[in-house]
């Protein structure tokens, strides 16, 4: 009776093992931890079958050197556990010196001692399958002693068939996942190779040269350039060549929050530390440690965030907010702005030691403008990019669109660009590329390229934008081009604040464009808000 509740007990432990984990190298670990503790058992072993090779390794033992373990392998037949294996019957030998087929294949059993060495081993089924085999080692002692081992083994091997299969599952899982990661970083290290990057200008030239000097190294880099010029680009292609490239690199636009919810965004904040702080936040700085941070429109930062982001330039430390715990990071930091980050200092607007900090080195991207050159491979780039997401054959250019696209002055630089391709593709019903598809300042563009100032296509320009519900207005020769532009940017950002309610931070995110980019604007065309 003793026996039998010391049977049950042991299993109820071994039952809640299993239950607490489902590492297997650590449940195998425990269970014959316990069992050496409670039945005496010498060693034991879990040995799995391996698919790819059709053999018998040890996958976690105890009692065993990690050199003993790394002999433990079988053909399916060789040996007491390839037997168990390829038949399916379980194996209890009395005394191992006296089997003819125990091979001692990891040499832990001492050959001098005269005391009887039993050895148990049970198959592991999943279902049909014979996955492996559980095996134990323990001094003779009865014959009745050994099958009441025998049964906790057996009722232990079909206990670990579930957990077998439940490793097997998330083994398939992490490997599928690392699998599908690494060919993520592969892409994105080819995709953002610099060779990859379309520009042939001496400009370009100059930044990819500068950029491959400085990818290596843990400097500070500050991006200068209009908004649109490819910033995030260039910052991503220095990250994925850089030692950093298998660690994050994180993006934030600092323009595009309020600096109460951006220092929480940049340094994290405790619980309790504001109202609505209902758990522990780690910041992107922290989210970024060992990789690179991208500090979108740095320019806008307010003064007190400039005194933080220059003690983490400086000591690479920072707190949470609400916390006392410094906090150590490995960040390479880029940051970008469109800003005169100069002037900016001299009116007080910017931290002079901050701008020194950031301005290790400087690159200065080159507004599309500087480098017509590289029109033609950009209007082919995006024609290929946006014709097979929307299953367009869109291609042929004419000579006028062609000409009117490399000469008109891309204020909004690759972006506009790649929004105008955008936009003719997703409206073309030919492979025919024509002015028509282009948005409405470009063909305007090109008709002050023809010198089409004429009353007709005055009027004509006229009802069209009376079309879009544009007021009638006044049009002097020479002045069409700005008058579109001006009336259609005043009109569109009338309609998007009322839409939004005049909320300018989703206006802006609803336009696509920075808040501090939107204030501008609602200025300089005079619109009430």
């Known amino acids: 009776m003793k026996r039998i509740e010391q049977e049950l007990d042991t299993l109820e432990s071994i039952t809640q093992i299993l239950g607490d984990n489902l590492e297997l190298h650590q449940v195998f670990q425990r269970a014959m931890t316990l069992l050496s503790e409670k039945l005496g058992i010498q060693r034991a072993a879990l040995v799995l079958l391996d698919r790819s090779t059709d053999q018998l390794e040890t996958f976690a033992a105890v009692g065993l050197t990690s050199e003993e373990q790394s002999r433990g392998r079988y053909a399916i037949g060789e040996g007491v556990t390839g037997q168990v294996l390829a038949t399916g019957q379980p194996a209890l030998i009395p005394d191992i010196s006296k089997h003819p087929d125990f091979l001692n294949r990891t ?12 050895f148990i081993c049970h198959p592991i089924v999943d279902a049909n399958d014979r996955v492996g085999t559980i095996s134990i080692d323990l001094p003779f002692q009865s014959e009745d002693h050994l099958a009441s081992i025998d049964r906790i083994l057996r009722i232990i091997a079909g206990l670990f068939s579930q957990t077998t299969r439940i490793h097997h599952l998330i083994q398939l899982e992490k490997d599928s996942w690392a699998t599908e990661t690494e060919q993520l970083k592969n892409n994105l290290r080819s995709k953002y190779r610099f060779d990859n990057i379309i520009g042939s200008s001496p400009a370009m030239l100059d930044v990819f040269s500068t950029i491959a000097q400085v990818a290596s190294s843990r400097a500070t880099i500050l991006l200068l350039g209009e908004t649109g010029c490819g910033k995030e680009l260039i910052a991503k292609a220095i990250h994925y060549n850089s030692p950093r490239r298998d660690k994050p690199m994180i993006r934030i636009n600092c323009g595009a929050l309020s600096p109460q919810l951006l220092e929480s965004e940049l340094f994290g904040h405790i619980k309790g530390a504001f109202t609505g702080a209902v758990r522990d936040k780690i910041g992107r700085f922290e989210a970024a440690d060992g990789g690179t941070i991208f500090l979108d429109e740095v320019g806008t930062l307010d003064s007190q965030l400039q005194v933080k982001l220059l003690r983490v330039l400086q000591e690479r430390e920072f707190e949470r907010v609400g916390d006392h715990h410094t906090v150590k990071v490995d960040v390479r930091v880029i940051a970008a702005t469109n800003l005169d980050l100069e002037e900016e200092v001299r009116k007080g607007n910017f931290r002079e030691d901050l701008y020194y900090r950031l301005n290790v080195v400087t690159i200065n991207l080159p507004p599309l403008r500087s480098r017509r050159d590289d029109i033609p491979r950009l209007i082919d780039h995006f ?147």
């Open 107 to 118: 040499g832990s059993r001492p050959t001098d001692d005269n005391t009887p060495i039993s």
């Open 383 to 529: 024609l290929d990019m946006y014709n097979k997401e929307n299953r367009r054959e869109l291609s042929r250019l004419s000579r006028d669109v062609l000409n009117t696209m490399l000469r008109y002055p891309w204020p909004g630089n690759v972006r506009e660009l790649e929004n105008a391709i955008e936009r003719a593709v997703v409206l073309s019903t030919t492979e025919e590329f024509t002015l028509e598809l282009l948005p409405l300042q470009i063909r305007m563009f090109a008709q002050q390229l023809r010198g089409d100032n004429t009353p007709e296509s005055i009027e004509a320009l006229a009802a069209k934008l009376a079309e879009l519900g544009i007021k009638q207005f006044h049009v002097y020769e020479g002045e069409v081009y700005d008058l579109v532009v001006h009336e259609v940017e005043r009109q569109l950002i009338r309609e998007a604040l009322s839409y939004n309610d005049g909320t300018k931070t989703r206006t802006a995110d609803f336009l696509g464009i920075n808040r501090n980019t939107l204030n501008k604007k609602v200025k300089d065309l005079d619109i009430a808000t």
